[in-house]
């Protein structure tokens, strides 16, 4: 797969810059996710998956147990998970996922984002056929080598196991998320840079400077929308 997870990496590092806006989006999907299932990360998975997630970008103890104890008190709130496709600079192909109250303003806003920064929406279906949703793993302290040899000896099903930038890089169907890290927890591995499941383009698309200039304004954007929880998309940021 290669450098793949490296967009995945960049996205993470830009959104870490703004602190209080991630920990608002993450406080968002863990009430939903609580809501929708047990509060209980042990028997709901997809609470679980987003307490990973959340560890990952170091969401502070206070924000996740003010979203827990929200949802397992009289709040009443209820959240749609909504997907909206779309076009960028050049070409370049964008999913944007949301988690939100009103269907109609997260639409307006979407789409408002992307007429704004040269790029249109399209209808569902026009860009997602060409990413496939996968579970991604990325830590150090065990090489490439050792993770796939332990992997196998545990009957545990992934399509690849890399070596990017200095860490090991695991990839795997998104459905396999559950089998996966379990694994790799008991591996050692305690401290991901990424453990997530994600829309991984099969290919990557390079912008020329003018063109990336409207593409980054088109995703900063669309991230600043409030509803908007994950941007995924196709284009190659440079990052070796």
């Known amino acids: 797969m290669g450098r793949k997870w490296n967009n995945i990496k960049e996205k ?3 959104r870490d810059q703004d602190t209080s806006r991630i920990y608002a989006k993450f406080g968002r999907e863990i009430y939903a996710a609580a809501r929708k299932g047990a509060p209980d990360p042990e028997s709901n998975q997809a609470l679980k998956a987003v307490l990973d997630r959340a560890k990952t970008y170091s969401v502070p103890r ?9 949802a397992e008190g009289s709040d009443d709130d209820t959240y749609d998970e909504l997907r909206y496709e779309g076009f960028g600079p050049a070409g370049s192909m964008i999913i944007v996922d949301a988690l939100s109250d009103n ?5 307006s806003e979407v789409r408002a984002a992307f007429g704004k920064n040269s790029g249109n929406m399209g209808v569902s279906g026009s860009v997602s056929y060409m990413f496939d949703p996968k579970a991604v ?23 690849d196991v ?5 860490f ?8 396999r998320f559950h089998d996966v890290k379990p694994s790799l927890d008991e591996m050692g591995v305690d401290d991901y840079e990424v453990a997530e499941t994600s829309m991984i383009a099969q290919s990557e698309a390079s ?23 994950d941007v995924h998309h196709n284009v190659n ?4």
Do not use: C, P
Request: charged share 30%.
């Open 237 to 240: 940021l440079g990052v070796q």
């Open 137 to 159: 793993f990325v830590f150090n302290g065990f090489d490439a080598e050792e993770t796939m040899l332990y992997l196998m000896e545990n009957d545990v099903d992934v399509d």
């Open 62 to 70: 206070h924000i996740v147990d003010k979203a827990l104890d929200k």
């Open 12 to 14: 993470k590092a830009q």
């Open 168 to 175: 090991t890089v695991v990839y795997a169907g998104a459905r």
């Open 162 to 166: 890399t070596e990017e930038n200095g």
């Open 103 to 107: 269907v109609n303003r997260t639409a």
């Open 207 to 229: 912008l020329d400077e003018a063109s990336l200039e409207q593409f980054e304004k088109l995703i900063e954007a669309l991230e600043d929308l409030e509803d908007v929880s």
